[in-house]
């Protein structure tokens, strides 16, 4: 009876258990296998994993024969074809001279037998430029133009699963056929490449899908999405979207949406409260998982991320991110590297994305086509507000190319929220045919402009002057250059940022700008040792170089476009340890920052030793919005010589460092050598002065020091000092372009020697017991020089001169010869040198410096160690001969050490040698485009009058 009992209740609780499984399963639908859309790749991802296949060139290098090539590659970097720059063949379809060789690949592959049944297609990521393609002998891409595009093929009719064998094979050519995809592509000012350049693979699908989606998640919350649907769907069918936030947790209830018979898209609609908005500097994401689901099956996922953001253009105003105008602080990038050309791994897309937020930039244009897709998901990832283009320099595709190569790049990329533009084109590469091609395919209706050009509501022209840019803001159009302060090798970017930067960002029209460019496009060519090459001028125009090495602009950018400004120049003697600061950010609280203050000690020839350090309560400052920082500085913080301040970021990124220094630039430094006797004597016409460890010679005919010599041996410093100035040699005599000069446009790069001759007048010395006194007076620019040399091993020479005039360069000099110094020492700021109108991006501190001679554009080594150098104190010189060393008293003089080397081409500037020099002007720096008069205020020549005073201090030896 009892086991009667139990049996009665065991199948009774199994009937329960029955019935809530049917009852789960109708709240649950089932999942039928392999729902999600499976991905072999047949190629590597990247450059870093690329994968063997077989490969014949038709022309070039390694031409004419089977051999083997990574996929994906650039053919040229792995030693096939020719190397061709775009620009000497610009605007010709068809000229003399292209290469057009083609490339044939091969490659066998298996795929599973459980992707049978299913949609199978093959994709490709990117390929120049003219694709065709057949699988197992069957046409599978008949012909595709265009190279930075993703596009597809549905093989599944022609396809072998389990352990069958697939052949690939694959014609790429150089070269189009179609003339506007070469005039568009191809004569172009960047470098023409040959190749599968980015991934290939295949794609399994179920046979009932979805295709594709396309979402709009606004800044309030509300969400919409099309959701595009393959054949087979019936009326049983419906899709839900689930959101899920960053940690996998469901955000909101899921939406739910029938398929109507027939239909091939469905429209997802919701609302979302307590979301988290996207920006650059709030670059939070979702995630949504899309189900195809039939009756109770699930038969497909997508999953997309995506981040909840509004985009306004507001007429005649501004650029509005989720109700807030922000202003553009961006920068032109290639895809590229100089080992493996277009192809880049995933690392090599998110350190592009890093280093240009190290730059404090909120925004790149890809220029000047599509990116890897990795590339804008570091932008999503980081934050970074991206223009995606439309490929089309100068020269533009025809309308049937065009639209497919457009709906290609848009359907790709437009769930990625740091995509804020598309642009058709560049400098006049527009085929207006296509502007209305984007909005159809994008629910968000992001601008679409035409860089170099007014249309979309954004004025974008190229390479304006300070004073035109001003023009272009009063009109009625929003001004936001793709393209200003042109980088070629040591200009722009960096000189004269900041006069730009405080005109646009005070004047109501300007969304900010794009600079040009990110890095050099230095080639490695494997046909000549591994030489990089940037194609002469053409290609070195970064803030970084082939290998990102920084350039000092890099640092200026930095500074200058940093978030958080401290508007304090200098510390007074009655400073209470507060400082005003400015948040420039557009939705970060500077209470998110951190801000720490450090005071050190500088020692002569000594690394900075800190004394104290603290962390200050970040204040409440809102962005846009100005308030105060409050240091808890010790009581006896002037027995320091320096105040830090570092600002770092929510994310725990260095913002910028700032320094202060309230000391005189003679206390930082000591020149007293051992104690003895001094002496002087006549010797013909010059005046020998010795000491226990020196033996200086003067010129009486000169006045100058000509002959040195430490504990017996040369040194060979001197001659000096000498007047030193220099103009530009377009100028009138009245600062003005001169224009009564035929030839004055070929002279703007050439820098004049203005020195002119100074003549003694007079020279005498006068001996005491502990010193020996030299003076001499000059009829001319330089007046008169006094040297001091002491018994204790002091030096010290006075100068005064007097110029009135226009220059753009102007100080007294020594000379030295460069080929015997081995590296210099010194206190001032650095590490890298500066420009009258670069003068931002440097930090005070005890810096050391090898010598180089780096050629712009050829070589790449950073810092230089030649140059102007700003706030400098004392400079220590390790020579073939030995060390010497010179101390300065006037905390508003620079520092030149010898003569900075432009160009080969000489494109920017050719100045006078100055040899080792201090000097009160130092020359602003142009660009590739405009002259230093029309990139404002601190670019000007200077016009000077009055007496010139200084000292300098001279210790030869340890």
């Given at each position: ?405 457009v709906n290609e790049m848009v359907t790709r990329d437009l769930n990625h929220p740091s995509v804020t533009w598309w642009s058709n084109g560049n400098e006049g590469g527009f085929n207006f045919d296509l502007d ?523």
């Amino acid at each position: 009876m009892k086991q009667l009992k139990l049996k009665m209740g065991l199948l009774l609780v199994a009937a329960f258990v029955s019935v809530l499984s049917i009852q789960a399963q109708k709240k649950s639908p089932a999942v039928a296998a392999s729902t999600e859309t499976a991905i072999q790749y047949l190629s590597g991802h990247g450059s870093d994993d690329a994968v063997d296949w077989d490969f014949f060139c038709t022309d070039g290098r390694n031409s004419g024969k089977w051999s083997k090539i990574k996929v994906p590659s650039c053919w040229e970097l792995q030693g096939f074809g020719t190397y061709q720059y775009g620009m000497p063949f610009y605007g010709k379809a068809d000229p003399p001279g292209i290469a057009k060789e083609q490339g044939k690949y091969k490659y066998k592959f298996k795929l599973p037998k459980e992707w049978a049944g299913r949609e199978v297609r093959i994709v490709f990521d990117g390929v120049m430029t003219d694709c065709e393609a057949q699988i197992n002998g069957r046409k599978c891409v008949g012909l595709h133009q265009g190279s930075f595009y993703r596009f597809k093929a549905d093989v599944s009719d022609r396809i072998f699963f389990g352990d069958k064998e697939n052949l690939l094979e694959v014609t790429v050519s150089k070269e189009s056929s179609n003339p506007s995809v070469n005039l568009a592509e191809r004569r172009a000012d960047f470098w023409n490449f040959g190749g599968i350049i980015r991934p290939v693979f295949v794609e399994a699908l179920p046979a009932q899908n979805i295709d594709r989606t396309a979402i709009d998640a606004k800044a309030d919350g509300s969400f919409a999405a099309d959701v595009y649907l393959g054949s087979g769907q019936g009326s049983d069918f419906k899709v839900v979207a689930q959101l899920t936030d960053k940690e996998g947790k469901n955000v909101g209830k899921a939406i739910e949406v029938p398929v109507r018979g027939g239909s091939d898209r469905v429209k997802v609609e919701g609302a979302f409260s307590g979301i988290k908005t996207w920006s650059p500097e709030t670059p939070n994401l979702y995630n949504v998982t899309f189900s195809l689901i039939q009756g109770n099956i699930v038969r497909h996922t997508v999953k997309e991320r995506f981040g909840f953001r509004t985009i306004e253009v507001r007429p005649s105003d501004g650029l509005y991110i989720n109700g807030q105008k922000v202003l553009v602080k961006g920068v032109n990038r290639h895809s590229f590297r100089p080992e493996t050309g277009r192809t880049l791994s995933k690392k090599d897309n998110y350190d592009d994305v890093k280093l240009i937020k190290e730059m404090n930039m909120n925004a790149v244009r890809l220029s000047h086509y599509p990116s890897d897709p990795e590339f804008l998901d570091a932008c999503d990832e980081l934050g970074l507000y991206v223009m995606v283009e439309l490929l089309g320099w100068h020269g533009k595709y025809d309308t049937t190319v065009g639209k497919k190569l457009v709906n290609e790049m848009v359907t790709r990329d437009l769930n990625h929220p740091s995509v804020t533009w598309w642009s058709n084109g560049n400098e006049g590469g527009f085929n207006f045919d296509l502007d209305g091609e984007f909005a159809p395919l994008d629910p968000q209706k992001r601008p679409v402009l035409h860089p170099q050009a007014n249309f979309g509501g954004f004025e974008t022209m190229h390479y304006r002057s300070y004073g035109e840019s001003q023009e272009y803001m009063r009109k009625p159009e929003i001004f936001m250059p793709t393209e200003f302060l042109h980088g070629l090798y040591d200009g722009g970017h960096g000189a004269g940022l900041y006069d730009y930067w405080e005109m646009m960002r005070k004047h109501p029209r300007s969304a900010g700008g794009f600079l040009w460019s990110f890095a050099d496009e230095g080639v490695v060519r494997t046909d000549q040792n591994g030489k990089i090459d940037n194609a002469g001028s053409y290609a070195p125009d970064g803030i970084v170089g082939p290998h990102h090495e920084k350039e000092g602009s890099f640092f200026t950018v930095k500074q200058v476009w940093a978030p958080v400004q401290v508007n304090v120049a200098s510390l007074s003697e009655n400073f209470n340890g507060v400082l005003s600061v400015e948040n420039r950010y557009d939705f970060i609280n500077l209470k998110n920052c951190k801000f720490v203050w450090k005071l050190a000690k500088l020692p002569y020839l000594k690394e900075k030793q800190i004394v104290a350090s603290g962390e200050i309560g970040s204040p409440d400052v809102a962005a846009h919005a100005s308030g105060e920082l409050k240091l808890n500085l010790p009581s006896d913080w002037r027995k320091a010589d320096v105040l830090y301040l570092t600002a770092t970021d929510p994310f725990g990124k260095e913002i910028w460092t700032w320094d202060w220094t309230w000391k005189k630039p003679t206390d930082f430094f000591s020149f007293a050598g051992q104690k003895g006797s001094v002496s002087a004597r006549e010797e013909g016409d010059n005046l020998i002065v010795k000491t226990a460890s020196d033996e200086l010679t003067f010129s009486k005919k000169s006045g100058e020091l000509v002959n040195v010599l430490h504990d017996g041996k040369a040194v060979s410093f001197g001659k000096g000092p000498r007047f030193t100035a220099a103009r530009r040699g377009d100028r009138s005599m009245d600062v003005f372009y001169n224009h009564d000069d035929k030839d004055a446009k070929s002279k703007e790069r050439i820098y004049n020697d203005i020195s002119g001759n100074d003549r003694l007048t007079a020279f005498t010395f006068k001996t005491t017991a502990d010193s020996v006194t030299v003076d001499a007076t000059y009829f001319g620019n330089l007046q008169k020089t006094h040297w001091a040399i002491s018994a204790d091993g002091n030096i010290r020479v006075d100068y005064q001169y007097d110029y009135e005039g226009e220059v753009e360069l102007m100080g007294v000099k020594f000379d030295y010869p460069e080929d015997k110094v081995v590296s210099k020492q010194w206190l001032g700021n650095g590490p890298y040198r500066v420009w009258q109108n670069r003068l931002h991006g440097t930090l005070l501190d005890n810096w050391q410096r090898d010598y180089n001679d780096p050629i712009p554009g050829e070589s790449f080594e950073y810092p230089e160690f030649k140059g102007y150098f700003a706030n400098w104190k004392w400079v220590n010189f390790t020579t073939k001969e030995g060390n010497f060393a010179l101390g300065n008293d006037d905390p508003d003089s620079y520092l030149g050490v010898f003569t900075p080397r432009d160009g080969r081409d000489a494109q920017l500037f050719t100045l006078p040698q100055t040899g080792i020099s201090v000097l009160k002007v130092i020359p602003a720096m142009r660009n590739k485009v405009n002259s230093t008069d029309l990139i404002g205020p601190s670019s000007q020549a200077k016009w000077v009058s009055g007496v010139q005073k200084g000292s300098i201090y001279l210790k030869f030896g340890k």
